[in-house]
């Protein structure tokens, strides 16, 4: 639809104004549209890592209790349409067309007083005005970078979520966990609760320190026990506060993160959302996320994660030994150049050693790491190949073993590559077959 791909050009090209931290733009964004953020209970998701996984567990278990939820994560995988969804659903390319036809309206008007929304702060104001048009019942809003200046940090959430804090965005966040936890504390609001995943003490010190001055009663949930792995369908038992549920993520980190939405699913109860038990169970069943630790091929095993950073890094990696009985066969990596910081390096290097190949795969993006220049960091590892493109690596997978085992991982850019080609594949062997 041609329309729709104008429509997504016209945002895109107001990436030419950067990143730029800082709520007055957006502020002034949300006044031009009549605030829609403030016609709907919304709950705000800040953290390193989580926050899109927590995002879609709330999401389920929401939708499984009756509500029309709207859903606001970035970035997206495949198209851009996935980054707004309402009742599960990513915004239609007809709503696209005619939802960017107000924004730009609002835009231009904003542009004749010198204010010049960036393509996140359009997107987001875009994701407010399309849940107050659908008369979504609650929001999930998950920030973009950091929180304290994040566009999206222009609401007033009814619950927040911090999920984690790790090293990510340091030249931007700060280089101390205290100093992104600051950051993403910025997101809790003078009386409004606030449940926080964080572990380490020198990041959670600083949380409770400014829930404490904005009197926001601060929830801190507490520990979650793995009953069973399901290796059937990859997925995990799990218990907690006495309870017990089946999860369809099955990535070690998710524990922590049920933990989190549960507590928040209980503030919600708090005020007044019903909320079954049945719905929870239901929604942590079948709720998907794709590209983490996602089994997209089974002979041979191919896993897809977007880890990146250390935390998440860590988090496969220990996720792959809890799962599996081997190293994969083969390492799949694709980054872009600001990831490559020396303890991602050192965690890539000490995984692979007893892997067979290593292949590397061009990221498309003008940030991305150089595939020769990844080469060279992992010298005296496996043998290594730099492979020309996507289709180029699913020819490898083609030609392996059925018991060999593959692992991607990397820039969330190379999932959506791989996970689009694949669907392709998918698609084109079902018209074949």
């Not at 449940?195 to 409770?208: C, N, P, Y």
Request: contains cysteine; proline residues 4%; aromatic residues 6%.
């Amino acid at each position: 639809m041609k329309a729709a791909e104008d429509a997504k050009q016209y945002l895109y090209q107001l990436r030419k104004s950067g990143v730029k931290l800082g709520l007055e733009n957006m502020q002034q964004l949300c006044r031009e549209m009549a605030n829609p953020e403030s016609c709907y209970p919304i709950v705000h998701i800040a953290g390193t890592n989580g926050k899109g996984s927590c995002a879609v567990m709330l999401e389920s278990i929401l939708q499984h209790a009756g509500y029309r939820v709207g859903l606001f994560t970035s970035p997206h995988l495949i198209r851009f349409n996935e980054r707004i969804r309402v009742s599960g659903y990513p915004i239609s390319d007809e709503d696209l067309v005619s939802e960017t036809a107000a924004l730009k309206h609002n835009i231009n008007q904003l542009n004749q007083k010198g204010v010049e929304p960036t393509f996140f702060e359009a997107t987001n104001g875009l994701a407010f005005q399309y849940f107050k048009n659908k008369k979504v019942d609650i929001a999930i809003i998950e920030t973009g970078l950091g929180g304290r200046l994040d566009s999206t940090n222009v609401l007033t959430p009814i619950v927040s979520l911090i999920t984690s804090i790790g090293m990510d965005h340091c030249g931007i966040l700060g280089d101390t966990l205290a100093s992104i936890a600051f950051e993403k504390a910025g997101i809790i609001k003078m009386g409004v609760p606030v449940v926080s995943g964080v572990l380490q003490e020198e990041a959670s010190s600083v949380i409770e320190d400014v829930a404490k001055r904005r009197n926001a009663r601060l929830i801190q949930p507490g520990s979650i026990k793995t009953l069973a792995l399901n290796h059937t369908d990859l997925g995990r038992t799990i218990a907690y506060d006495q309870r017990v549920f089946q999860l369809a993520l099955p990535a070690k980190s998710q524990c922590c993160n049920v933990a989190s939405v549960l507590e928040v699913i209980e503030e919600l109860r708090r005020q007044d959302f019903e909320i079954s038990e049945q719905a929870i169970e239901e929604g942590l069943r079948t709720v998907k996320w794709p590209g983490r630790f996602d089994r997209i091929e089974s002979k041979p095993l191919v896993v897809l994660d977007c880890a990146h950073n250390d935390a998440s890094l860590s988090d496969l990696f220990e996720s792959w030994s809890e799962w599996m009985e081997y190293p994969p066969s083969i390492v799949v990596l694709g980054f872009l150049s600001d990831k490559l910081s020396e303890p991602v390096i050192a965690q890539i290097r000490a995984f692979i050693k007893s892997s067979k190949r290593l292949l590397i795969v061009p990221v498309t993006s003008e940030r991305a790491s150089d595939p020769n220049a990844i080469k060279e960091l992992f010298l005296g590892g496996p043998e290594t190949s730099v492979l020309g493109d996507v289709e180029e690596l699913w020819h490898e997978i083609r030609r392996l073993d059925s018991l060999d085992s593959v692992l991607i991982f990397g820039s969330v850019y190379l999932a959506g590559e791989i996970l689009a080609h694949h669907q392709g594949i998918m698609a084109q062997s079902k018209l074949n077959g």
